[in-house]
């Protein structure tokens, strides 16, 4: 091969790369409306997908709502039983959902948050699409949340999720932070004294 047939196999080479780069690259995918995701939520709901590790009725952190119950789609689940644990999971795929559902002393649903990945959707924040309703469906907050992504930026060691108490909890100073209007349970607060390797640092 002569010099200029390098030269132009070197030139065509760059622009293949940069051409089969940028093809490589997901196109960030298109959020589901908040309606189409409260159906997805409420199948999880009905089906009792209560994620691996987590129980019903476990203690939540305020008092208003004592009690919560943490949901999973099969891609989430699978990721988390692959790991062995939420706080192993390094990154969920595409696709996966999770949700908390929050209840009052009586054991009402108070209100439910959730978790949608979604590649390429804010790759700073691990792609993550963040969500709140009313119990009865009323978008509170949808999208990129960034009250909801600075706290479980937290912890980013398990891409963004949180392992149901003890396994991780809070300190009293970030929570207040969080929750400054609210009263911090007192069953959180004694699993702050008994677990205090599970603070986040």
Not at 69 to 92: F, P, S
Not at 147 to 170: E, K, N, T, Y
Request: glycine letters at 6%; aromatic letters at 8%; charged letters at 20%.
């Amino acid at each position: 091969m002569n010099r200029w047939g390098r030269v132009l196999l070197t030139g065509s080479g760059l622009l293949l790369a940069a051409a089969m780069a940028w093809a490589a690259t997901p196109a960030p995918s298109r959020a589901p409306s908040p309606k189409t995701l409260w159906i997805q939520i409420r199948f999880l709901e009905r089906t009792h997908a209560v994620m691996p590790r987590s129980q019903v009725f476990q203690p939540g952190s305020r008092t208003v709502d004592p009690y919560t119950v943490d949901l999973a789609n099969d891609l989430a689940r699978e990721a988390i039983l692959r790991a062995g644990g939420i706080r192993r999971v390094i990154r969920y795929p595409g696709g996966s959902l999770v949700v908390k559902e929050n209840y009052d002393p009586n054991r009402k649903l108070d209100g439910v948050t959730a978790m949608l990945k979604l590649p390429g959707y804010d790759p700073s924040d691990r792609n993550w699409l963040m969500a709140a309703y009313s119990p009865q469906g009323r978008v509170v907050a949808y999208g990129q949340v960034a009250s909801c992504i600075a706290c479980h930026a937290m912890v980013r060691r398990a891409d963004f999720v949180f392992a149901p108490p003890p396994r991780i909890l809070l300190s009293v100073a970030i929570w207040r932070a969080f929750f400054p209007k609210q009263k911090i349970s007192p069953v959180y607060s004694r699993l702050l004294a008994q677990h205090p390797q599970a603070i986040v640092r």
